[in-house]
């Protein structure tokens, strides 16, 4: 499928290696801890302005290769862990979180999460059910469609394999995975 993705707001950890690293991990784990603690943020004395009730929105992860092209190797590989944010968050709301969240979490070192609006642009995407392994099926159905559509991918710097990952792997059978998989793209 076709979409142009808009403009979102995003906590971002970025790293390198293996995704079952330690690295890694501490990353998510960062990302949820700010990610909630955001959304307690109404219970403070400085509710944001434009708070509204919301869900935290599901881990996703830009995907990336110290080489050029597939590498299965994975301490090869570059990310960024991400968790997207509503719109009434601010750099002051998350330096406030990130302080709350010190106290309460002090072995997390939380100076490398940063707030970020992300702009992917025109995309092709495809929700790849089964296990992570697999994805390169989906991913081959993607060039298909381009090839079809008159289309080219366009990975860049920031435009990398995007993933959202609707199912939790310690809860999920790895058959029954969910995960949006999402490719920048340009017209011929």
Not at 147 to 153: C, D
Request: negative net charge; contains cysteine.
């Amino acid at each position: 499928m076709l979409v142009e993705v808009p403009p979102m707001l995003y906590l971002m950890v970025d790293g390198k290696g293996d995704p079952d690293g330690e690295s890694y991990q501490l990353a998510v784990q960062k990302l949820y801890a700010l990610s909630y603690g955001i959304k307690m943020s109404k219970m403070g004395e400085d509710k944001p302005d434009g708070y509204f009730e919301y869900v935290v929105p599901p881990l996703e992860g830009l995907w990336d290769s110290v080489t050029v092209g597939y590498d299965l190797n994975r301490n090869n590989w570059i990310w960024t862990s991400m968790i997207r944010q509503p719109d009434f968050v601010t750099e002051d709301l998350l330096d406030r979180v990130k302080e709350q969240t010190a106290k309460k979490k002090p072995e997390l070192d939380l100076s490398d999460v940063r707030l970020s609006l992300f702009e992917e642009g025109l995309c092709v995407q495809i929700l790849h059910i089964g296990p992570y392994r697999t994805e390169p099926e989906s991913v081959a159905r993607m060039a298909a469609f381009l090839e079809a559509s008159g289309l080219t991918e366009n990975f860049d710097d920031l435009r990398k394999h995007h993933e959202i990952y609707l199912s939790d792997p310690r809860k999920t059978a790895p058959e029954k995975m969910k995960t949006v998989l999402r490719h920048p793209v340009k017209r011929i």
